[in-house]
């Protein structure tokens, strides 16, 4: 089992830049694919960003291509989305989560652990 906190959410100006971080506990955190997901008030969980267990291969929603970069850290047990050019439609809160295949899904009922949460707000 792993535990994930997010953290690095806050309110930005349109074109700015934020980075978010979500630390997991455990010893078999590079046995995990990691995802970035985001939800508006009043809107289904949406796929971001994937990354495989060696962070070799990486995926993205064609909303944020070419602006946000998935990595991760797997001495630091650490995965991070960097999320540049925002824009007031990026506003939500940001969800990380693990799932212990070699797939790189983007539907989240195939990740089996989550974290609470970081709120991300763009103002215009």
């Not at 953290?7 to 995990?32: K, P």
């Not at 990026?90 to 295949?101: K, L, R």
Request: proline content about 2%; charged content about 15%; some cysteine.
């Amino acid at each position: 089992q792993v535990q994930l906190v997010e953290s690095g959410g806050g309110l930005v100006q349109a074109g700015g830049s934020l980075r978010l971080s979500c630390a997991a506990s455990g010893r078999t955190f590079s046995s995990y694919a990691m995802g970035w997901f985001r939800q508006a008030p009043g809107k289904e969980r949406l796929f971001v960003a994937a990354i495989n267990r060696s962070g070799g291969s990486t995926s993205y929603a064609d909303s944020v291509k070419g602006r946000f970069t998935i990595s991760r850290d797997n001495a630091k047990n650490t995965v991070y989305l960097q999320m540049n050019s925002l824009t007031p439609e990026d506003t939500a809160v940001y969800f990380c989560a693990a799932q212990n295949t070699i797939v790189l899904f983007i539907t989240p009922s195939r990740y089996d652990y989550w974290g609470q949460g970081t709120q991300v707000t763009v103002s215009s």
